[in-house]
């Protein structure tokens, strides 16, 4: 924190650390679509995913205090949310009110000014064959669809 700050660092291990999260932050503010591979881990996303928004979402450089609120600097950007998920989670389902994936995903992504969003969705992938090969079906449809 303290060297995004802009506080001097010496020590080797941070050093080479933050020049990793630069590589991150450098890589997604140069992109004109962000590709995001979501699976559903314990109701939210996995945690190699959380560490990679902790270090692209930085006041300053992904968004921005304003006398009214944060707002977001990622504008003009598209996104893609590839989600998977061993249940059912989707909206009219019952555990719809338990999922904290894509819905966090997607105010993350919106928090960061990136609004044009597109999640592909396969879900119910441990439920069995069938449920998975349908569930699959419809996704590939749906990327071709957008491919398309
Ligand atoms: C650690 C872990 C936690 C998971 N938690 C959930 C969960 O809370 N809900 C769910 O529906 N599926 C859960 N899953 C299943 C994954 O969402 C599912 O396997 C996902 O589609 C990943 O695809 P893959 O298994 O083909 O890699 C979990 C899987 C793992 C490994």
Redesign the pocket.
Known sequence: MAAWQGAQVEDEVITADLVKGNAYLSELLAADIVVIGA??????I?TPLKSWIDRIAIAGKTFHYTSIGPEGLLVGKKAFVAS??????AQGSPRAAIEHQESYLLALLAFLGMTDTTVVR??G??MGADVKDAAVGQALQDIAAFAA
């Open positions: 699976p559903m881990y314990n109701l939210s996995p998977s998920r061993g249940g059912i989670y396969a879900e992938l441990a």
